[in-house]
């Protein structure tokens, strides 16, 4: 360093004039390599700095290239196609037992994952299956099939693409359950009183919640009508008609109604019906007494003669079937005549019904039209069931004069009748006619018939109304009582207006007869004394 420093001093010049010195000053021969050496640094240098220059160019030229594809690289990335989905979240219902599909289809995937979860449980994950429900499984891709609903699969279910948004779309499942119903109690068997109060109940369930009526079967084959609705039915005052069968039915549109039975028995003390309170026969001949019971608990019958129990024989035979019980008498002998009852007893109470068993004639029918067709008599048949011969018939009619505001009968006629001789081929039907004279035309009457045989007189028999023909009469009969009957249950305006329709007429007359006379068709038998 001393060298190149002194010779830097020394200028120029100085280095100059010693490379011309002579040879034989050696100091000056050393100067000149120095000098080379200084030379080929500074060369050197020179040529570092443009090394390093055009170095970091290069580099500088790659650096940038490296960032545009980069850049193109991004932008290559950020321009391509992204996942979406192709179908669409929807509601799904479905019955219990059926097989649903939940649609995800998907475009441009990519090397994203697409997985199905049900809340916070990974049902699939592309196509590997996590969930264990072998209920559970993909088709035609990415859809999820569900077989053998139940009720618990109920609910969201979603399908996601596994990017950093995490798009993702919902089903919602609705299931759909038919109706069930059960009675309350299980076993479906109530028991109330009469008179008291019951009340019936039953529990339905389904999805949607399920409506309930109620009927009661009527056993005829006929479509029992809806009795109330609601899960509760309430019964006032029970009477023994409402015991049976009820039925409660939910119905809620999905699959058919289902429905359960309710057996009520209501418990009361018997109650008796007879068939007929008033029996005829003959010696030698069968009868048959009838007693229909009700009771609730089933009571016990007994068959009494004249306040004295009969008991079964060869002729006497007491048989049941079901509530009708029956005491059928075969030959009958004398003694058999008089009043008979059946008793029913059971915990709640004691009822009794009385009929009578009689040889006398059975009561007059009468057979004859309303209307006659003669202007002054009318003729009457009638027949009488009797198995001895008839002895004696009376027969007894009267005018009955009304109008619109009231009516009076008058005095009855009576005609003693002796009977023909029975054919025998009807050993219990009389068939009796005879013919009434000497009456008023368009007058209306009253008839009552009685008989008598070997055992005595029956009972007086109804009343019998009838009206005689008008001279005048401008319409057929068959017609006339048509109107008359038509207006008998009219007002009595509804008859003024029939009064000016008809001027004069008589058939007026008759109509308002039938419509008073009616009401009174029993007849009074303490009134006349007979019987």
């Known amino acids: 360093?001393?060298?190149?420093?002194?010779?830097?001093?020394?200028?120029?010049?100085?280095?100059?004039?010693?490379?011309s010195r002579p040879r034989n000053q050696v100091p000056l021969k050393m100067k000149c390599p120095i000098l080379i050496v200084i030379s080929l640094g500074c060369l050197l240098s020179a040529l570092c700095y443009?090394?390093?220059?055009?170095?970091?160019?290069?580099t500088n030229t790659r650096s940038l290239k490296n960032a545009q594809q980069l850049i193109a690289a991004s932008s290559t990335s950020l321009t391509a196609a992204q996942p979406r989905f192709l179908s669409r979240g929807h509601t799904y219902r479905a019955v219990v037992g059926d097989t649903l599909v939940l649609p995800c289809q998907v475009e441009n995937l990519g090397n994203f994952v697409l997985l199905w979860r049900r809340g916070t449980n990974v049902l699939t994950a592309s196509n590997i299956m996590v969930t264990r429900d072998e209920r559970v499984r993909l088709i035609d891709g990415?859809?999820?099939?569900?077989?053998?609903?139940?009720?618990?699969?109920?609910?969201?279910?979603?399908?996601?693409?596994?990017?950093?948004?995490?798009?993702?779309?919902?089903?919602?499942?609705?299931?759909?359950?038919?109706?069930?119903?059960?009675?309350?109690p299980t076993s479906g068997q109530l028991q109330a009183r009469k008179g008291g109060p019951i009340t019936l109940e039953c529990k339905g369930s389904g999805n949607p919640v399920p409506s309930i009526y109620w009927t009661k079967k009527s056993g005829t084959g006929k479509s029992p009508a809806r009795i109330g609705d609601g899960p509760i039915l309430t019964l006032d005052k029970l009477e023994r008609q409402q015991a049976g069968v009820y039925q409660c039915t939910a119905d809620n549109g999905v699959g058919d109604p289902v429905t359960v039975d309710m057996r009520l028995d209501v418990l009361y003390p018997p109650d008796i019906q007879v068939e007929k309170?008033?029996?005829?026969?003959?010696?030698?001949?069968?009868?048959?007494?009838?007693?229909?019971?009700?009771?609730?608990?089933?009571?016990?019958?007994?068959?009494?003669?004249?306040?004295?129990?009969?008991?079964?024989?060869?002729?006497?035979?007491?048989?049941?079937r079901a509530n009708r019980h029956t005491?059928?008498?075969?030959?009958?002998?004398?003694?058999?005549?008089?009043?008979?009852?059946?008793?029913?007893?059971?915990?709640?109470?004691?009822?009794?019904?009385?009929?009578?068993?009689?040889?006398?004639?059975?009561?007059a029918e009468f057979y004859s039209p309303k209307w006659g067709r003669s202007s002054d008599s009318y003729n009457l048949t009638w027949k009488i069931d009797s198995y001895p011969p008839l002895e004696e018939v009376r027969l007894l009619y009267r005018r009955v004069l009304m109008n619109d505001t009231f009516q009076q009968p008058g005095r009855w006629h009576d005609?003693?009748?002796?009977?023909?001789?029975?054919?025998?081929?009807?050993?219990?039907?009389?068939?009796?006619?005879?013919?009434?004279?000497?009456?008023?035309?368009?007058?209306?009457?009253?008839?009552?018939?009685?008989?008598?045989?070997?055992?005595?007189?029956?009972?007086?028999?109804?009343?019998?109304?009838?009206?005689?023909?008008?001279?005048?009469?401008?319409?057929?009969?068959?017609?006339a009582e048509v109107v008359a009957s038509s207006k008998s249950r009219s007002n009595s305006?509804?008859?003024?207006?029939?009064?000016?329709?008809?001027?004069?007429?008589l058939l007026l007359r008759g109509a308002l007869l039938l419509a008073f006379g009616l009401r009174n068709s029993q007849f009074d038998r303490l009134r006349f004394g007979l019987g």
Not at 334 to 340: P, T, V
Not at 493 to 505: D, E, F, K, T, V
Request: aromatic share 8%; glycine share 6%; hydrophobic share 35%.
């Open 1 to 19: 360093m001393k060298i190149i420093s002194r010779s830097i001093r020394h200028g120029s010049g100085a280095t100059s004039s010693a490379c």
């Open 50 to 58: 443009a090394d390093a220059t055009t170095s970091n160019r290069g």
């Open 142 to 184: 990415y859809n999820l099939e569900i077989s053998d609903l139940e009720p618990q699969d109920a609910g969201d279910y979603v399908c996601q693409i596994s990017d950093k948004i995490n798009r993702d779309q919902v089903h919602t499942v609705e299931i759909l359950v038919p109706p069930s119903v059960r009675a309350i």
């Open 277 to 320: 309170s008033w029996i005829h026969s003959g010696e030698g001949f069968e009868a048959k007494l009838v007693c229909i019971v009700y009771a609730d608990p089933v009571a016990t019958v007994s068959w009494y003669q004249n306040s004295f129990p009969i008991q079964t024989t060869d002729r006497r035979i007491m048989n049941t």
């Open 327 to 363: 005491l059928t008498i075969r030959h009958i002998q004398q003694e058999d005549f008089g009043n008979y009852s059946c008793v029913a007893d059971n915990s709640l109470g004691r009822s009794r019904k009385y009929m009578e068993l009689s040889g006398r004639p059975g009561p």
């Open 415 to 479: 005609f003693i009748l002796t009977p023909e001789h029975r054919p025998a081929s009807e050993p219990l039907t009389h068939i009796m006619s005879y013919t009434i004279k000497h009456l008023h035309p368009g007058a209306y009457y009253e008839a009552i018939v009685q008989a008598k045989n070997r055992y005595g007189w029956n009972e007086v028999s109804d009343i019998f109304q009838f009206i005689v023909a008008s001279n005048s009469m401008d319409i057929a009969p068959e017609d």
């Open 493 to 505: 305006g509804a008859l003024s207006s029939l009064q000016n329709a008809i001027p004069h007429c």
